[in-house]
């Protein structure tokens, strides 16, 4: 017998149907003998429809009724799921993230869990053989204030129940079965990873890949709560995500991920003296801009390109203080190009094994794609190159790394 947090997204909970076929998921895991807490967020595009109804009213809602009016999505989906399951013959209860105790500090529409009173409560519940249902992207600061977490904060709640009543499992079912070695999209061949480390998946989402929210699994990390990507509508293993071990170190490269948000930043004759990056980057910073990755070239002449990635959506933002920089720098220029995108390889087996960085450029030049900036962090490698090389790219080092169904060797 486990004690299992399960957590549905949004468009699980999309319908009457779609719920029903939710509680059916639960009552298995139920029969089995465990004991099911389960987080779920508002039904289908619920927030978006009262975010979008809120905006017919106000230009900028006010947050703290902005959030009242969020925390409502959550509980609609607590509540009609509990009938469900009473329905079909089991004890369940509906807990808002106020009745938890889920205590969050005061920033509202972003607030981050401090702390989660009510453990106690949900332990009690479950010993009693209730279904605990709770509500997940709300909290409640300690002047009774109702906060959400952040767009897509369910995920949170459930890494911190999980973390806060001991479960031995934090599950998040998806529509898809688990985290893959390549967008299964864009590489037909891509197949489901069995294990990940927390840095692995961390670098994995940073790449591109959207499975769980980072700060979830920042989290899950600093207190070990094991996660499971798993589909909805299989009871197959999906992806566990946990601390690292030595099996994991074997597989060299784990997935290959990509991002085609960014835009490329470069700064043109920068004098080549102490205090100019720092000058530049602050500036950057204060215009609310997040960079990536940064190159500077050997300098020639006493001055140097300066290149960055930064969000393509920052564009905006990052040319209204460009100008600035480059007078104040004495540049000669800026150029921006929004073209490009990021591709990277992922593996904690890069810490061990060496040469990797070599095969991947290699199949990028047997490939005749031009890399235009390289950065490596210990278990990571990304490359940006032309927006339109992207998915070759891809295609190209997932085979490179022999990590597709056919590449798998008869042991
Ligand atoms: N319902 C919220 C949202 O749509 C929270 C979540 O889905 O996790 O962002
Ligand atoms: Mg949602």
Redesign the pocket.
């Known amino acids: 017998m486990a004690l299992i947090v399960q957590k549905f ?2 468009a699980s909970l999309a319908t009457p149907e779609k719920m029903l076929f939710v509680a059916d998921r639960i009552i298995r895991e139920k029969k089995k003998g465990n004991q099911m807490v389960v987080v779920v ?2 039904p289908g595009d ?3 429809n009262l975010i979008e109804f809120a905006e017919k009213l106000a230009k900028i809602p006010d947050e703290r009724e902005l959030d009242m009016l ?1 925390a409502t ?2 509980q609609q989906s607590i509540a009609l799921m509990s009938m469900a399951l009473i329905e079909k013959g089991f004890k369940a209860k509906s807990f808002t993230g106020a009745q938890l105790g889920i205590m969050t500090d005061t920033k509202h529409t972003r607030a981050r869990i401090l702390d989660i009173k009510g453990a106690g409560k949900i332990k009690k519940a479950l010993k009693e053989g209730f279904i605990c249902m709770v509500a ?2 709300q909290g409640i600061t300690d002047k009774e204030e109702v906060t ?8 949170l709640t459930a890494v911190a129940l999980a973390t806060a009543i001991k479960a031995d499992v934090c599950e998040f079912l998806k529509d898809v079965d688990g985290v893959f070695t390549a967008n299964p999209g864009v590489v037909f061949d891509a197949k489901k990873i069995d294990f990940l480390s927390y840095d692995e998946m961390l670098e994995l989402s940073s790449g591109g890949a959207q499975v769980l929210y980072n700060r979830c699994v920042e989290f899950a990390k600093n207190y070990n709560v094991v996660l499971h990507v798993r589909g909805t509508f299989t009871d197959k293993q999906g992806t566990i995500i946990k601390k690292e071990d030595k099996e994991m170190e074997k597989i060299i490269v784990s997935g290959i991920t990509y991002n085609k948000k960014e835009a490329k930043i470069t700064i043109k004759g920068v004098p080549d003296q102490p205090g100019i990056a720092s000058l530049v980057f602050n500036k950057i910073a204060d215009g609310d801009v997040n960079v990536d990755m940064i190159i500077q070239n050997v300098s020639d002449n006493g001055s140097t390109d300066i290149s960055f990635t930064i969000f393509r959506k920052d564009a905006v933002k990052a040319v209204k203080v460009l100008d600035d920089i480059v007078k104040k720098v004495k540049a000669k220029g800026y150029s921006i190009d929004e073209k490009i995108g990021k591709v990277s390889a992922v593996g904690v087996g890069m810490r061990t094994h060496t040469g990797i960085a070599s095969v991947m450029f290699k199949a990028l030049a047997d490939k005749k794609i031009n890399i235009e900036m390289i950065s490596t962090s210990e278990i990571k490698i990304s490359v940006v190159v032309k927006e339109d090389q992207v998915e070759d790219a891809v295609k190209v080092l997932h085979s490179a790394f022999k990590l597709g169904k056919k590449d798998v060797k008869a042991e």
Not at 148 to 155: A, P, Q
Request: no cysteine; aromatic share 4%; net charge negative.
């Open positions: 997204g949004g967020s508002a619920t927030t978006d969020m999505g959550e997940g992207f959400t977490l952040g767009r897509g904060g369910s995920d």
